[in-house]
């Protein structure tokens, strides 16, 4: 059973400063999804990483892939207030071709404040 | 407007209630989902339509009834909850199994 593990699941950042968010997952993927939550809405699709070493960028947010080391990255450079939302990476295992096999993370609660 | 739709957008329903979410889609997408969202929980996949089958996941309750007439519109019967079925209950659709989704804004479903 394919698990995902995001961490830290909280974050609080001062305004201006760099984190990054780390997303752990058990078996070979195909491709790897990065997702934002606003408060009492939907999810928005941010990145989909799809081979070793992809790198994906826009505005502040970096995301890159590892498949060797079944690792991603969510990085913020710089974060402001608008960045404060819930982060979800998700993983499609590989190998198969059925629906339903994307397999979400707990998600990190970013809160960016002054 | 992210292109799915569900109603509504919160419900209020007691234990012995029949109701039923809505979730539609004009984006000409090929699978739609439905999930569940409950606090400090990751995602949970509940059901899945598309061209080629329909997936369920076998820990969801019979209590939850999904139905799929057309590629268009996806529904959620509910029928005798519980209280810790409490939680947003989200929609999305995609092209294909490996395109990003698209979800709804949720419907947040509270049982008394």
């Given amino acids: ?114 | 407007e992210t292109g799915v739709t569900q109603t509504p957008r919160h419900l209020v329903m007691g234990m012995t209630n029949k109701k039923s979410l809505k979730c539609e889609q004009h984006l000409g997408h090929n699978a739609m989902y439905w999930y569940k969202q409950s606090a400090k929980k990751p995602l949970e996949l509940m059901f899945v339509y598309s061209l080629e089958e329909r997936v369920e996941n076998n820990s969801v309750p019979s209590r939850f009834s999904p139905e799929c007439p057309n590629s268009s519109h996806l529904f959620l019967h509910l029928h005798t909850l519980q209280p810790e079925d409490s939680a947003l209950y989200l929609c999305a659709s995609s092209q294909d199994r490996f395109l990003p989704y698209t979800f709804g804004s949720g419907t947040r479903l509270t049982v008394v």
């Avoid at chain 1, 934002?36 to 990145?47: A, H, N, T």
């Fill in chain 1, 1 to 114: 059973e394919l698990k995902v593990e995001q961490n830290p699941l909280f974050l609080s950042m001062q305004e201006g400063k760099n984190y990054t968010i780390y997303c752990n997952y058990s078996t070979t993927s195909d491709r790897l999804y990065w997702y934002r939550q606003d408060p009492g809405k939907s999810l928005e699709s941010l990145f989909v990483l799809l081979s070793n070493g992809a790198v994906k960028q826009e505005g502040r947010l970096m995301a890159s892939l590892d498949t060797k080391a079944r690792l991603s990255t969510l990085h913020i450079t710089a974060a402001v207030h608008d960045l404060s939302a819930t982060y979800f990476c998700a993983v499609d295992p590989a190998g198969g071709t059925s629906y339903g096999k994307l397999t979400f993370g707990q998600g990190t609660i970013l809160t960016v404040h002054p």
